[in-house]
């Protein structure tokens, strides 16, 4: 027994290497059983979902599997699949990227986290919604896990606050004496809390000595610090803190064109699938992804925060207005690290500039109803990625140092003439932006698309879809919510980058073949695989806040599967209402017509 136990704990200490051995071996059957390009097409992506789901492979190595895999199948050639991995979308995520990190770089993210905070006020309820606010926005622009990770210590500090506070009140509510012959004594002990003496308990060894029989005190010091801290309403307070920040980041990712890996993912699929019918793009650009995603990202943290406020806080801390001390000692908390970064410095000021100037060209570029600043160029020529490109470009040549030139100059900037030496760097700089970049992010974008291209043209893609005409038995809207809420579950175990990309090819073909504008599937399901709210392993912002030790799986599980409802809802009401208005989603495109449709199909089928 004891060889067969040891045998099976060696096998689990290797099984991704097993995994990614026998996975292709037992996925071989499908293209000896299904002889044809589609089946072909079959096994590649059955291969990249096994290593995607289990990640015996990082996902940014699963995605290069397309260019090895389809040439040797014979499904398509190495160069076509490989100039999937550079395009305009992920130029367009390269440079958001980069701005990211110059905004992390220069705590320009922080000030704007902690500026909020004092806006809002020390309330349980209302710190909490202090909390998402910052995320939510910084999660449109930052990684969603640096965003997370800088707002967790935060958030630590602030529940330690609370819990000082109480224990130090609660500790002046408690007078030890000693009685001896009817004279009362008092033994005192001083602590300093926050620069004040505060009068306690005589120490532990002076409590209830044996002359002492007439002692009606506690005689454990543990009493004083083992209530408030304990207590059910910190703990509930500790987890709906935590969990909002990963909410909220979660949520602000689907609010712009750049804020998460899927939504780039999406916007080049699309762009795929419409040129190859001969249209220029799908139109989903930054302006028209924040009109259809922007509103219901505002709705969908809004109750959230309304959620979690009720699910940890309770009706009173929802409804009710309470002050007490410990809300003045966590905002003097709140203050102090908001002081401690002092006025804004030259680099701050430099990349709001930035910042605000690239959110300007992007959404003016091809703005709704009216012609933007792309309109004085060739159509088709200028895209989002430009606006970037030229940002980050101007970041990495601007000086991190305020310029003693021109109108620049201040009174004196050398004294006495100690001029530097050497350049001032710039506030961005090649060496950071090669540490902190995601590269793998890249990869995993590029790998979708070849993917993408390699069941489209091999017709995998049709054929799935028409398997699935069975939906058209069902109201658009039904099976747009069903579609919607499948994926909402599957991201609680995939990668949602893995699941966007396997599953949006279908979709398109799946709303082509029900004569629906293939937006109309895409859209929402792509936004749907952020709504993993459940599981730790769901997003990198669940991992990180469930490692702060204050949830348990159980916590998120049923805090998360309501939100998941919710946000569903959110998004099935935003897809029928101003989204149909704006893109027209259950109308075919005139690109898209059924004859082409079919004869495409037949074409590629042969």
Same mark, same amino acid.
């Given at each position: 027994?004891?060889?067969?136990?040891?045998?099976?704990?060696?096998?689990l200490?290797?099984?991704?290497?097993l995994?990614v051995?026998i996975?292709p071996?037992?996925?071989i059957?499908?293209?000896?059983?299904w002889?044809?390009?589609?089946?072909?097409?079959?096994?590649?992506?059955?291969?990249?979902?096994?290593?995607?789901?289990?990640?015996?492979l990082?996902l940014?190595?699963?995605?290069?599997?397309?260019?090895?895999v389809?040439?040797?199948?014979?499904?398509?050639?190495?160069s076509?699949?490989?100039?999937?991995?550079?395009k305009?979308s992920?130029?367009f995520?390269?440079?958001?990227?980069?701005?990211?990190?110059?905004?992390?770089?220069?705590?320009?993210?922080?000030?704007?986290?902690?500026?909020?905070?004092?806006?809002?006020?020390?309330?349980?309820?209302?710190?909490?919604?202090?909390?998402m606010?910052?995320t939510?926005?910084?999660s449109?622009?930052?990684?969603?896990?640096?965003t997370?990770?800088?707002?967790?210590?935060?958030?630590?500090?602030?529940?330690?606050?609370?819990?000082?506070?109480?224990k130090a009140?609660?500790?002046d509510?408690?007078?030890?004496?000693?009685?001896?012959?009817?004279?009362?004594?008092?033994?005192?002990?001083?602590?300093?809390?926050?620069?004040?003496?505060?009068?306690?308990?005589?120490?532990?060894?002076e409590?209830?000595?044996?002359n002492?029989?007439?002692?009606?005190k506690?005689?454990?010091m543990?009493?004083i610090?083992?209530?408030?801290?304990n207590s059910?309403?910190?703990i509930?307070?500790?987890?709906?803190?935590s969990?909002?920040v990963?909410?909220?980041?979660?949520?602000?990712?689907?609010?712009?064109?750049?804020g998460?890996?899927?939504?780039?993912i999406m916007?080049?699929?699309a762009?795929?699938?419409?040129?190859?019918?001969?249209m220029e793009?799908?139109?989903v650009?930054?302006?028209?992804?924040?009109?259809?995603?922007?509103?219901?990202?505002?709705?969908?943290?809004?109750?959230?925060?309304?959620?979690?406020?009720?699910?940890?806080?309770?009706?009173?801390?929802?409804?009710?207005?309470?002050?007490?001390?410990?809300?003045?000692?966590?905002?003097?908390?709140?203050?102090?690290?908001y002081?401690?970064?002092?006025?804004?410095?030259?680099?701050?000021i430099?990349?709001?500039i930035?910042f605000i100037?690239?959110?300007?060209?992007?959404?003016?570029?091809?703005?709704?109803?009216?012609?933007?600043w792309g309109?004085l160029?060739?159509?088709?020529?200028?895209?989002?990625? $430009?606006?970037a #490109?030229?940002i980050?470009?101007?970041?990495?040549? /601007? &000086?991190?140092?305020?310029? %003693?030139?021109l109108? +620049?100059?201040?009174?004196?900037?050398f004294?006495?003439?100690?001029?530097?030496?050497?350049?001032?760097?710039a506030?961005l700089?090649?060496?950071?932006?090669e540490?902190?970049?995601?590269?793998g992010?890249?990869?995993?974008i590029?790998?979708?698309?070849?993917?993408?291209d390699?069941?489209?043209?091999?017709g995998?893609?049709?054929f799935?879809?028409?398997?699935?005409?069975?939906?058209?038995?069902?109201?658009p809207?039904?099976?747009?919510?069903?579609?919607?809420?499948?994926?909402?579950?599957l991201?609680?175990?995939?990668s949602?980058?893995a699941?966007?990309?396997?599953?949006?090819p279908?979709?398109?073909?799946? $709303?082509l073949? #029900?004569?629906?504008?293939p937006?109309?599937?895409? /859209? &929402?399901c792509?936004?749907? %695989?952020?709504?993993? +709210?459940?599981?730790?392993?769901?997003?990198?912002?669940?991992?990180i806040?469930?490692?702060?030790?204050?949830?348990?799986?159980?916590?998120?599980?049923?805090?998360?599967?309501?939100?998941n409802?919710?946000?569903i809802?959110v998004?099935?009401?935003?897809?029928?209402?101003?989204?149909?208005?704006?893109?027209k989603?259950?109308?075919?495109?005139?690109?898209?017509n059924?004859?082409?449709?079919?004869?495409?199909?037949?074409?590629?089928?042969?």
């Amino acid at each position: 027994m004891s060889s067969l136990r040891n045998t099976l704990r060696d096998l689990l200490a290797v099984y991704k290497t097993l995994i990614v051995l026998i996975t292709p071996l037992i996925l071989i059957v499908v293209p000896l059983s299904w002889n044809t390009t589609e089946g072909k097409c079959a096994y590649g992506l059955l291969l990249m979902a096994v290593y995607w789901v289990t990640e015996a492979l990082p996902l940014a190595a699963t995605a290069l599997l397309p260019v090895l895999v389809f040439p040797l199948l014979g499904v398509m050639k190495a160069s076509e699949l490989s100039s999937n991995y550079i395009k305009e979308s992920s130029i367009f995520g390269l440079g958001g990227l980069m701005i990211a990190i110059a905004v992390e770089k220069w705590n320009l993210h922080k000030r704007i986290a902690l500026r909020a905070l004092l806006m809002v006020g020390s309330e349980p309820k209302w710190l909490m919604f202090g909390f998402m606010l910052p995320t939510w926005f910084l999660s449109m622009w930052v990684s969603n896990t640096a965003t997370t990770a800088m707002m967790i210590p935060i958030v630590g500090a602030v529940l330690d606050e609370f819990k000082l506070v109480k224990k130090a009140s609660h500790a002046d509510e408690i007078v030890l004496t000693e009685t001896t012959n009817g004279v009362v004594k008092t033994t005192d002990v001083t602590i300093t809390v926050n620069g004040n003496k505060k009068e306690e308990a005589p120490k532990q060894d002076e409590i209830n000595r044996p002359n002492d029989k007439n002692s009606t005190k506690p005689n454990n010091m543990e009493n004083i610090f083992d209530g408030e801290e304990n207590s059910e309403s910190y703990i509930r307070m500790c987890k709906g803190m935590s969990l909002c920040v990963a909410y909220a980041a979660n949520i602000g990712g689907t609010g712009s064109l750049s804020g998460t890996g899927p939504n780039l993912i999406m916007q080049g699929q699309a762009d795929q699938i419409f040129q190859a019918y001969g249209m220029e793009n799908s139109g989903v650009n930054f302006a028209s992804w924040m009109v259809f995603a922007l509103p219901g990202s505002i709705i969908c943290v809004l109750l959230a925060w309304l959620w979690l406020s009720f699910y940890f806080l309770g009706w009173r801390g929802l409804v009710c207005k309470r002050h007490n001390k410990s809300n003045d000692r966590v905002q003097a908390t709140i203050r102090k690290s908001y002081d401690e970064l002092g006025s804004m410095s030259f680099p701050e000021i430099v990349v709001l500039i930035h910042f605000i100037v690239l959110v300007i060209l992007w959404f003016f570029r091809q703005p709704p109803y009216i012609d933007g600043w792309g309109a004085l160029f060739k159509p088709g020529f200028v895209g989002d990625s $430009a606006a970037a #490109l030229l940002i980050v470009l101007s970041l990495f040549s /601007f &000086p991190s140092e305020r310029p %003693a030139v021109l109108c +620049f100059r201040r009174k004196n900037p050398f004294p006495g003439d100690n001029r530097p030496h050497k350049s001032v760097p710039a506030i961005l700089d090649w060496p950071t932006v090669e540490k902190k970049f995601p590269w793998g992010v890249l990869l995993l974008i590029g790998g979708g698309f070849a993917l993408a291209d390699a069941c489209e043209k091999s017709g995998l893609s049709a054929f799935i879809g028409e398997q699935l005409e069975v939906f058209s038995s069902m109201p658009p809207w039904a099976m747009n919510l069903l579609l919607t809420l499948i994926i909402a579950m599957l991201t609680e175990v995939t990668s949602n980058s893995a699941t966007t990309t396997l599953i949006l090819p279908i979709l398109a073909n799946l $709303a082509l073949r #029900l004569n629906l504008n293939p937006l109309y599937l895409m /859209f &929402p399901c792509v936004i749907a %695989a952020s709504f993993a +709210f459940m599981l730790p392993v769901a997003t990198p912002p669940n991992a990180i806040v469930f490692a702060t030790g204050h949830l348990s799986v159980k916590d998120m599980a049923l805090a998360g599967f309501p939100l998941n409802f919710i946000c569903i809802g959110v998004l099935a009401l935003a897809t029928n209402l101003w989204g149909e208005a704006y893109f027209k989603l259950s109308v075919l495109p005139s690109g898209f017509n059924r004859t082409e449709l079919n004869t495409t199909s037949n074409m590629i089928n042969m």
